[in-house]
């Protein structure tokens, strides 16, 4: 394990040097652009570097933490007795994703964490072509541990239904993990604690497609100051995925009129991919029939 000048971590344990360098540069831009969203101007003056060397040895550690990777899935299987029809590709991704929980769970990097009941990790397929992402936990999901099982959450099931889906073919996911108090906001910098979780998890899901839902998803994925009326039903792009921005659940929850609005945002996340239309009428999701 590495230390860092004062003697804390800098990288995680088993971590490449590498890897941990590459995320600490990604939670370093973050945090600039968050910093520059809200009016504070951040300069930061580089020193040139050397071209790093690969060691000769880095291929095969490249193969040894792969190999690494297939051996606790098999643990991972065991220990959870997973269903024997689970196969290999979501199993492996499955056992990367458990190590990153159980850092969830634990973690303290911000305030949210001290009046949490539970961290709030995500809930899915590991292979998902779609990934929604919200804001964080209300008070139902910090009670239960799951993203999305409130009143906004029977919302969202429906909206996924509507889709022809269910919500075990995506995977759902929030910005912060914890629950803000009062169902507040997240603070700027309960965001940049939280933010290097969710792109980790992009990163093994690695989806085709993600919904953001509401703005406080919509712009910190984005990076951007620009609210979510302006950013709904255009595609983005985000760490290389192509982003549907669209309003929150709880947001139509309180404006049922806009939710013709979301089914049109629905609609091209369909398209996007190739999904077929189960509905035979133009209705909204969560519409009376």
Request: net charge neutral; aromatic share 6%; hydrophobic share 40%.
């Given at each position: 394990m590495s230390?860092?000048?004062?003697?804390?971590?800098?990288?995680?344990?088993?971590?490449?040097?590498?890897?941990a360098?590459?995320?600490?540069?990604?939670?370093?831009?973050?945090?600039?652009?968050f910093?520059?969203?809200?009016?504070r101007d951040?300069?930061?003056?580089?020193?040139?570097?050397?071209p790093?060397q690969e060691?000769?040895?880095?291929?095969?550690?490249?193969a040894?933490r792969?190999?690494?990777?297939?051996?606790?899935?098999?643990?991972?299987?065991e220990d959870?007795?997973l269903?024997?029809?689970?196969?290999?590709?979501?199993?492996?991704?499955l056992a990367i994703?458990d190590?990153?929980?159980?850092e969830?769970?634990?973690?303290t990097?911000c305030v949210l964490?001290?009046?949490?009941?539970?961290?709030?990790f995500g809930?899915?397929?590991p292979c998902?072509?779609?990934l929604?992402?919200?804001?964080?936990p209300?008070?139902?999901e910090?009670?239960?541990?799951e993203?999305?099982?409130?009143?906004?959450?029977?919302?969202?099931t429906r909206?996924?239904q509507?889709?022809g889906?269910?919500?075990r073919?995506?995977?759902?996911?929030?910005?912060?993990?914890?629950?803000?108090?009062?169902?507040?906001?997240?603070?700027?910098?309960?965001?940049i604690?939280?933010?290097?979780?969710?792109r980790?998890q992009?990163?093994?899901?690695?989806p085709?497609?993600?919904?953001?839902?509401?703005?406080?998803?919509?712009?910190s994925l984005?990076?951007?100051?620009?609210?979510?009326?302006?950013?709904r039903?255009?595609?983005?792009?985000?760490?290389?995925?192509?982003?549907?921005p669209?309003?929150?659940?709880?947001?139509?929850?309180?404006?049922?009129?806009?939710?013709?609005?979301a089914?049109?945002d629905?609609r091209k996340?369909m398209?996007?991919?190739?999904?077929?239309?189960?509905r035979s009428s133009?209705?909204?999701p969560?519409?009376?029939?």
């Open positions: 230390e860092g000048p004062a003697g804390g971590s800098v990288t995680g344990p088993g971590e490449h040097p590498a890897d360098l590459a995320r600490a540069a990604r939670a370093l831009r973050q945090s600039l652009l910093e520059r969203a809200f009016g951040v300069t930061i003056t580089w020193s040139p570097l050397a790093i060691a000769p040895q880095a291929a095969a550690a490249v040894a792969e190999g690494a990777h297939i051996a606790a899935a098999q643990h991972f299987r959870l007795a269903p024997e029809d689970l196969d290999a590709e979501r199993l492996r991704r994703l190590p990153l929980r159980q969830v769970l634990r973690c990097a964490c001290q009046q949490r009941t539970q961290a709030v809930v899915g397929d998902a072509r779609l929604f992402v919200g804001e964080g209300g008070e139902e910090d009670r239960q541990g993203p999305f099982v409130g009143k906004a959450g029977q919302l969202l909206m996924i509507a889709m889906l269910e919500r073919d995506v995977y759902i996911a929030n910005i912060v993990k914890c629950r803000p108090p009062g169902n507040r906001n997240p603070e700027p910098r309960e965001i604690s939280c933010m290097p979780y969710l980790r992009i990163e093994v899901i690695r085709q497609v993600i919904c953001a839902l509401g703005n406080v998803a919509a712009r984005l990076e951007t100051p620009t609210s979510i009326s302006r950013l039903g255009h595609f983005a792009e985000a760490l290389g995925i192509p982003v549907m669209t309003f929150h659940p709880s947001y139509l929850l309180r404006n049922p009129e806009d939710k013709r609005l089914w049109m629905l996340l398209d996007f991919l190739g999904l077929h239309d189960p133009g209705e909204s969560g519409e009376d029939r």
